[in-house]
C-alpha cells in the first residue's frame, strides 16, 4: 500500500473550550528551586536551572466546560500498510492514535475523549497519545491550540507529514516532520528546532508517550542508573536522588514494575548520549512490546505513573473519565530530568530523530539485568540501530524541503513576527498572513505604527516593546500591554509608569488590575485590594468579571479579610457563585468564618478545576474534619486532633488528589 495522507473529523467527547483569560498570568518572582537528596556531582550540572513558571506571552486557557460533549475533531492521518497514526492539528497536533493494523490494536493509550484538566503551563492539558512538549519546563504551551500542518513529498515521491509552529515564549521555530513511507514498520518523527537569535537559549523538550497500564507489565531503557522524584504531601519535603533499578525505593519492590508502586512515581534513566542505550521499552504479561528509540542527543529516558493508592486512581479516572482503563507515561528527553536545563546554541538547529513500533517477544526469565538484556535485543531488532541512522540522515535532507501545501492553520503570530523581521523565521516553513486572525489584528495594526483601543493578545519580547515605546499617540489600551511587556522583563517602575498613563488616559479594569499584582509583589497588600476593588467595580458582565472577582476574592483571603471576602462573594450572580473556581476561592473564608454548610456543599462537589499539586481543599477538608471531631468531643480544637484526623481520617475518594 501506498503511504497516503486525508484530513477527516472523528466525533469525540471534548470539554468545550471557552475564551482566552483575558489577564496576563506573570512570571514566578520567586520559585522553590527543585531539592538535592543525592545526585552525583555531574547530575547537578543545571540541575533546577530556568524552570521558573512562565506563561506569557500567552493567555491562560482556564476557561471550560466541567463536562465534555460530543463534538467533531479534526483529524489528520498519515496512513501505510502496517500503521495509522491519526494527529490533532487542533491539540498541539497531539499524536491520538497509532494503530497497529498487522495485529489490529493499538500501541498506544488512547484517552475515550479530550476531557480538559488544569495541569498544563497554561491550564488545560490532556492525557493520551503522544504529546510534542516543547519550549519551557512543564505540559507545553502548545498542548490546547492550532498548530500547522503541512503535507510533503520525500526523494522518493512518497508522501511525509510537517507539523510546525513558531513558539512565542523562546522565540524559536519546532518543527516535526512525520514519516511512515511504504513498507515502514515504524512511525518516524524527525525534530527542527531553529534558534536564528544571537544568543543561545535554555529549551525544555520532551516526548509524552501515554501507554495503556497492565498489572505485571515492565519498563526498560539503556541503563539501570536513574534519576528519582521522592514525592511527599508537603512539597518541601520532596527531593531528587541518584538510585538503581530495579529496587529503587526498598528492596523486594521491583520499579520497573508501575503497578508495584503505591504512590506517583517517576524516574529518569540516564542513558549515555548513543543510540544504542537511547531507547524505552515496556513488555506486557501477552508479550506485546511498546519500543521508542532516537538518535544519541536525545538520550535521557522518563518513567511515571500514577501508583496504586486512592488518589492515584482519582487521578486516573479524573483525566480520562470511567472506561479509558490505566495509563502511565515514558518519555524521552534532552537533559537528565525535567528539571534539568538544555541550551540550544545561537544561530543553530537542533536535528532529532524518534521512532515508535510496537512487537512481540517472549517474556524474559531471570533477574531485572537479564530481562534488560533480553529487551535490549528486542528493541534492536524492531528498531535496528543502522536503520535510525539512515532514516536520520534522510530526515535531515527533507527537513528544509518546502512544503506542498498547508493542510492545517495554526495561530498568526508566526506571520506577524515574520512581517516584523524576516529573519527571525526558517524560509522553508510557510506562516500565511492569512493567519493572522482578529485577536492579533492590532498587533499587526502597530506593525503599521497605529495603536488600538483593545488588544486580546500580549507581546512582550524586546522587539515589540520597541515598537510599542516608539508607536504615539498611545491608547490606554497600548499603554497597558506596554506595561506588561515591562513587568514580565522585571521593568517594574516602568511598569507602573505605564499603567498609571493608562489610567489617567481611562479607568480600564486591566491596568487596575495589572497595578494591584505589583503592588502585591512589593507587599502592599492594602494598595493591590483597593485596585481591584476598583476594577470589579466597574465591571457588570459576568464573563468579563469572573476572572477579576476570582483575583479579588484570592487576594482579600491572603490578606485574611475573610469576611469582606465572603461579603463580596454573595454580591456576585448565582451563576458566578456556583463556579467551582469561584467557591474554592472562598472555602478558606467560609472556615474561618464556621459556615459548615456553605463547606459541606462545597466537600460534595466532584471537582474539575483542581490543578496538579493542589492541597487547598484537602487541606480545608483536613482542618473542618478536626474542628467537628473536636465538637463531637465537647474539647476545644487542638494540633494534636488535627495530627490526628490527618492520620486516621479517609478522604472522599472525589477529593482524594494526594499523590504522596
Same mark, same amino acid.
Not at 506569557?56 to 479534526?74: C, G, I, K, N, T
Not at 540516564?270 to 524505552?280: D, K, L, R, T, V
Not at 517472549?362 to 529487551?375: L, S, W
Not at 512582550?460 to 514580565?488: C, D, F, H, N, S
Given at each position: 500500500?501506498?503511504?497516503?495522507?486525508?484530513? +477527516?473529523?472523528?466525533?469525540?467527547?471534548?470539554?468545550?473550550?471557552?475564551?482566552?483569560?483575558?489577564? =496576563?498570568?506573570?512570571?514566578?518572582?520567586?520559585?522553590?528551586?527543585?531539592?538535592?537528596?543525592?545526585?552525583?556531582?555531574?547530575?547537578?550540572?543545571?540541575?533546577?536551572?530556568?524552570?521558573?513558571?512562565?506563561?506569557?506571552?500567552?493567555?491562560?486557557?482556564? &476557561?471550560?466546560?466541567?463536562?465534555?460533549?460530543?463534538?467533531?475533531?479534526?483529524?489528520?492521518?498519515?496512513?501505510? %500498510?502496517?500503521?495509522?497514526?491519526?494527529?490533532?492539528?487542533?491539540?498541539?497536533?497531539?499524536?491520538?492514535?497509532?494503530?497497529?493494523?498487522?495485529?489490529?490494536?493499538?500501541?498506544?493509550?488512547?484517552?475515550?475523549?479530550?476531557?480538559?484538566?488544569?495541569?498544563?503551563?497554561?491550564?488545560?492539558?490532556? #492525557?493520551?497519545?503522544?504529546?510534542?512538549?516543547? /519550549?519551557?519546563?512543564?505540559?507545553?504551551?502548545?498542548?490546547?491550540?492550532?498548530?500547522?500542518?503541512?503535507?510533503?513529498?520525500?526523494?522518493?515521491?512518497?508522501?511525509?507529514?510537517?507539523?510546525?509552529?513558531?513558539?512565542?515564549?523562546?522565540?524559536?521555530?519546532?518543527?516535526?516532520?512525520?514519516? !511512515?513511507?511504504?513498507?515502514?514498520?515504524?512511525?518516524?518523527?524527525?525534530? #527542527?528546532?531553529?534558534?536564528?537569535?544571537?544568543?543561545?537559549?535554555?529549551?525544555?523538550?520532551?516526548?509524552?508517550?501515554?501507554?495503556?497500564?497492565?498489572?505485571?507489565?515492565?519498563?526498560?531503557?539503556?541503563?539501570?542508573?536513574?534519576?528519582?522524584?521522592?514525592?511527599?504531601? %508537603?512539597?518541601?519535603?520532596?527531593?531528587?536522588?541518584?538510585?538503581?533499578?530495579?529496587?529503587?525505593?526498598?528492596?523486594?519492590?521491583?520499579?520497573?514494575?508501575?503497578?508495584?508502586?503505591?504512590?506517583? +512515581?517517576?524516574?529518569?534513566?540516564?542513558?549515555?548520549?548513543?543510540?544504542? #542505550?537511547?531507547?524505552?521499552?515496556?513488555?506486557?504479561?501477552?508479550?506485546?512490546?511498546?519500543? *521508542?528509540?532516537?538518535?544519541?542527543?536525545?538520550?535521557? &529516558?522518563?518513567?511515571?505513573?500514577? /501508583?496504586?493508592?486512592?488518589?492515584?486512581?482519582?487521578?486516573?479516572?479524573?483525566?480520562?473519565?470511567?472506561?479509558?482503563?490505566?495509563?502511565?507515561?515514558?518519555?524521552?528527553?534532552?537533559?537528565?530530568?525535567?528539571?534539568?536545563?538544555?541550551?540550544?546554541?545561537?544561530? #543553530?538547529?537542533?536535528?532529532?530523530?524518534?521512532?515508535?513500533?510496537?512487537?512481540?517477544? =517472549?517474556? =524474559?526469565? /531471570?533477574?531485572?539485568?537479564?530481562?534488560?538484556?533480553?529487551?535490549?535485543?528486542?528493541?534492536?531488532?524492531?528498531?535496528?540501530?543502522?536503520?535510525?541512522?539512515?532514516?536520520?540522515?534522510?530526515?535531515?535532507?527533507?527537513?528544509?524541503?518546502?512544503?506542498?501545501?498547508?493542510?492545517?492553520?495554526?495561530?498568526?503570530?508566526?506571520?506577524?513576527?515574520?512581517?516584523?523581521?524576516?529573519?527571525?523565521? =526558517?524560509?522553508?516553513?510557510?506562516?500565511? @498572513?492569512?493567519?493572522?486572525?482578529?485577536?492579533?489584528?492590532?498587533?499587526?495594526?502597530?506593525?503599521?505604527?497605529?495603536?488600538?483601543?483593545?488588544?486580546?493578545?500580549?507581546?512582550?519580547?524586546?522587539?515589540?516593546?520597541?515598537?510599542?515605546? @516608539?508607536?504615539?499617540?498611545? +491608547?490606554?489600551? !497600548?499603554?497597558?500591554?506596554?506595561?506588561?511587556?515591562?513587568? *514580565?522583563?522585571?521593568?517594574?517602575?516602568?511598569?507602573?509608569?505605564?499603567?498609571?498613563?493608562?489610567? &489617567?488616559?481611562?479607568? !480600564?479594569?486591566?491596568?487596575?488590575?495589572?497595578?494591584?499584582?505589583?503592588?502585591?509583589?512589593?507587599?502592599?497588600?492594602?494598595?493591590?485590594?483597593?485596585?481591584? &476593588?476598583?476594577?470589579?467595580?466597574?465591571?457588570?458582565?459576568?464573563?468579563?468579571?469572573?476572572?477579576?472577582? *476570582?483575583?479579588?476574592?484570592?487576594?482579600?483571603?491572603?490578606?485574611?479579610?475573610?469576611?469582606?471576602?465572603?461579603?463580596?462573594?454573595? +454580591?456576585?450572580?448565582?451563576?458566578?457563585?456556583?463556579?467551582? @473556581?469561584?467557591?474554592?476561592?472562598?472555602?478558606?473564608?467560609?472556615?474561618?468564618?464556621?459556615?459548615?454548610?456553605?463547606?459541606?456543599?462545597?466537600?460534595?462537589?466532584?471537582?474539575?478545576?483542581?490543578?496538579?499539586? %493542589?492541597?487547598?481543599? !484537602?487541606?480545608?477538608?483536613?482542618?473542618?474534619?478536626?474542628?467537628?471531631?473536636? @465538637?463531637?468531643?465537647?474539647?476545644?480544637?487542638?494540633?494534636?486532633?488535627?495530627?490526628?484526623?490527618?492520620?486516621?481520617?479517609?478522604?472522599?475518594?472525589?477529593?482524594?488528589?494526594?499523590?504522596?
Amino acid at each position: 500500500m501506498a503511504t497516503t495522507i486525508k484530513t +477527516t473529523q472523528r466525533m469525540l467527547p471534548v470539554t468545550p473550550m471557552a475564551p482566552l483569560n483575558p489577564l =496576563p498570568k506573570f512570571a514566578a518572582r520567586v520559585a522553590r528551586p527543585p531539592i538535592d537528596g543525592g545526585l552525583t556531582p555531574g547530575e547537578r550540572d543545571g540541575f533546577g536551572e530556568h524552570i521558573d513558571f512562565r506563561a506569557l506571552p500567552y493567555a491562560m486557557q482556564d &476557561r471550560y466546560a466541567p463536562e465534555p460533549s460530543p463534538q467533531p475533531v479534526v483529524v489528520i492521518e498519515l496512513e501505510n %500498510e502496517h500503521f495509522r497514526a491519526q494527529f490533532l492539528p487542533q491539540y498541539g497536533g497531539r499524536l491520538y492514535s497509532l494503530w497497529d493494523k498487522r495485529t489490529d490494536r493499538e500501541s498506544l493509550y488512547c484517552n475515550n475523549g479530550i476531557i480538559l484538566r488544569n495541569l498544563a503551563l497554561r491550564n488545560a492539558w490532556f #492525557s493520551g497519545g503522544i504529546e510534542w512538549n516543547f /519550549g519551557h519546563f512543564g505540559h507545553t504551551y502548545l498542548s490546547c491550540q492550532d498548530v500547522f500542518f503541512a503535507a510533503c513529498t520525500d526523494e522518493r515521491g512518497e508522501p511525509f507529514l510537517r507539523m510546525y509552529e513558531f513558539e512565542r515564549c523562546k522565540q524559536l521555530t519546532f518543527q516535526v516532520d512525520f514519516h !511512515l513511507p511504504s513498507g515502514a514498520t515504524a512511525l518516524t518523527a524527525h525534530f #527542527s528546532v531553529h534558534n536564528t537569535l544571537p544568543q543561545d537559549v535554555p529549551i525544555f523538550l520532551w516526548t509524552n508517550i501515554a501507554i495503556p497500564e497492565q498489572k505485571g507489565m515492565h519498563v526498560y531503557s539503556g541503563t539501570d542508573e536513574v534519576i528519582a522524584l521522592k514525592l511527599d504531601r %508537603e512539597p518541601e519535603k520532596c527531593y531528587y536522588f541518584h538510585g538503581q533499578l530495579p529496587w529503587l525505593l526498598s528492596k523486594g519492590q521491583d520499579a520497573s514494575d508501575p503497578t508495584s508502586m503505591k504512590f506517583a +512515581t517517576e524516574y529518569f534513566f540516564q542513558n549515555p548520549h548513543q543510540a544504542a #542505550s537511547a531507547f524505552e521499552a515496556a513488555q506486557y504479561p501477552d508479550g506485546r512490546v511498546f519500543a *521508542e528509540r532516537s538518535t544519541g542527543n536525545f538520550p535521557y &529516558r522518563k518513567m511515571f505513573c500514577w /501508583g496504586t493508592h486512592s488518589g492515584g486512581q482519582h487521578w486516573q479516572r479524573f483525566l480520562a473519565g470511567e472506561g479509558s482503563g490505566d495509563y502511565l507515561e515514558v518519555q524521552g528527553g534532552l537533559a537528565p530530568t525535567q528539571v534539568h536545563s538544555y541550551f540550544l546554541a545561537a544561530q #543553530s538547529v537542533l536535528h532529532i530523530t524518534q521512532q515508535f513500533t510496537q512487537t512481540d517477544a =517472549p517474556i =524474559p526469565q /531471570g533477574d531485572y539485568a537479564a530481562a534488560r538484556a533480553d529487551i535490549q535485543r528486542v528493541v534492536d531488532a524492531a528498531l535496528p540501530v543502522p536503520d535510525l541512522a539512515a532514516m536520520d540522515a534522510r530526515c535531515r535532507a527533507l527537513s528544509e524541503k518546502p512544503a506542498d501545501a498547508i493542510l492545517h492553520t495554526g495561530y498568526g503570530f508566526g506571520a506577524l513576527e515574520a512581517q516584523r523581521d524576516p529573519s527571525l523565521l =526558517p524560509t522553508h516553513l510557510s506562516f500565511p @498572513r492569512g493567519a493572522v486572525d482578529q485577536g492579533e489584528a492590532a498587533w499587526a495594526a502597530l506593525l503599521a505604527g497605529k495603536a488600538s483601543d483593545d488588544y486580546a493578545a500580549f507581546m512582550v519580547t524586546p522587539p515589540w516593546i520597541a515598537l510599542m515605546e @516608539r508607536t504615539e499617540p498611545k +491608547t490606554a489600551a !497600548l499603554w497597558t500591554q506596554l506595561g506588561i511587556a515591562y513587568l *514580565e522583563n522585571d521593568r517594574m517602575s516602568d511598569a507602573q509608569h505605564a499603567w498609571e498613563q493608562a489610567l &489617567r488616559i481611562k479607568r !480600564l479594569p486591566l491596568a487596575l488590575r495589572n497595578l494591584a499584582c505589583l503592588h502585591k509583589q512589593a507587599g502592599k497588600l492594602d494598595e493591590a485590594i483597593a485596585a481591584l &476593588r476598583e476594577a470589579v467595580g466597574l465591571l457588570t458582565d459576568d464573563d468579563a468579571l469572573r476572572p477579576y472577582a *476570582e483575583e479579588y476574592l484570592t487576594l482579600l483571603t491572603d490578606a485574611g479579610q475573610y469576611q469582606a471576602a465572603f461579603d463580596y462573594y454573595h +454580591t456576585l450572580s448565582a451563576a458566578l457563585q456556583s463556579e467551582q @473556581r469561584m467557591r474554592l476561592c472562598v472555602a478558606q473564608s467560609a472556615y474561618q468564618l464556621g459556615d459548615d454548610a456553605f463547606l459541606a456543599a462545597l466537600f460534595a462537589t466532584p471537582f474539575t478545576v483542581i490543578k496538579e499539586g %493542589e492541597q487547598t481543599v !484537602l487541606e480545608i477538608w483536613y482542618l473542618q474534619a478536626a474542628k467537628l471531631r473536636a @465538637r463531637e468531643l465537647g474539647v476545644p480544637l487542638t494540633d494534636a486532633i488535627v495530627r490526628e484526623v490527618r492520620q486516621t481520617a479517609v478522604i472522599p475518594e472525589h477529593l482524594d488528589f494526594w499523590m504522596a
